[in-house]
């Protein structure tokens, strides 16, 4: 894309959680045209599901082909796989090890398996590409991130533990200006949430859009927000 500043659309797309087939069907949904739309993943493509390695092929191929057009953000689930493979190539701090423990411990044994059964070469690949990915992107008055952030810090200020950690206390006191687009916490875990409804991203009334809809949750969605138009697609 020549021109980020004249796209059509801007397409960011929450957790993915190793959910292939709900990835195509969003995507055929979705019908993303490079060129014109930008098109922005908040992250944690891998653990839970049962496809995350086809899910990081997926996006690793997509962002090859279209660099300019595809922008892939690093989730905390990323971090622990870097974790665990950083570990094994020598390097170790004891924060590292602690993610690499957690990431076996929430869905990454089984990515591991997946991730075993490659080709050395496209195993080493796939887990470089996650190890360097960007924590953070801004395009215009946006601001994309997989978590949350610091709301006392100004966004050239955050710390990357916030931008792929941070959970709770951070959305109701956020007064900025720009609207901050994140995934990682599934809205059905938000307060007040009955379940009664099925899951869809939320508009907060302080520039806050929240896209993780649980997609590997019973009644989870995959979801797509145009952050430009509000418009939603979901598998």
């Not at 090890?97 to 991730?115: H, P, V, Y």
């Not at 690949?125 to 100004?154: K, S």
């Not at 995934?183 to 929240?210: E, Y």
Request: net charge negative; charged share 25%.
């Amino acid at each position: 894309m020549s021109n980020l500043f004249g796209c059509s659309r801007v397409l960011a797309v929450g957790d993915i959680h190793g959910m292939y087939e709900k990835l195509i069907t969003l995507m055929e949904q979705i019908q993303f045209a490079p060129g014109d739309d930008l098109l922005i993943f908040l992250g944690d493509y891998i653990d839970r599901g049962p496809d995350s390695v086809k899910c990081m092929q997926y996006v690793y191929n997509l962002q090859r082909r279209y660099p300019d057009s595809v922008i892939c953000l690093m989730g905390n689930h990323e971090v622990m796989l870097s974790s665990y493979f950083l570990q094994k190539k020598g390097i170790h701090t004891d924060l590292m090890k602690d993610f690499a423990a957690s990431w076996l411990e929430n869905g990454g044994l089984e990515t591991l398996r997946q991730l075993k059964e490659l080709e050395p070469g496209a195993r080493e690949a796939l887990v470089n590409w996650a190890t360097d990915l960007p924590v953070q992107f801004r395009y215009q008055e946006f601001f994309f991130c997989h978590a949350g952030i610091d709301a006392d810090m100004p966004l050239d200020r955050q710390t990357d533990f916030d931008l792929l950690w941070k959970r709770h206390g951070w959305r109701e006191f956020y007064k900025g200006a720009d609207t901050i687009v994140v995934g990682h916490t599934p809205v059905q875990k938000l307060p007040g949430w009955t379940g009664r409804r099925a899951p869809k991203p939320q508009f907060l009334p302080n520039n806050i859009i929240l896209c993780d809809t649980g997609v590997y949750m019973n009644g989870g969605r995959l979801s797509c927000v145009d952050v430009l138009s509000r418009k939603v697609w979901q598998a």
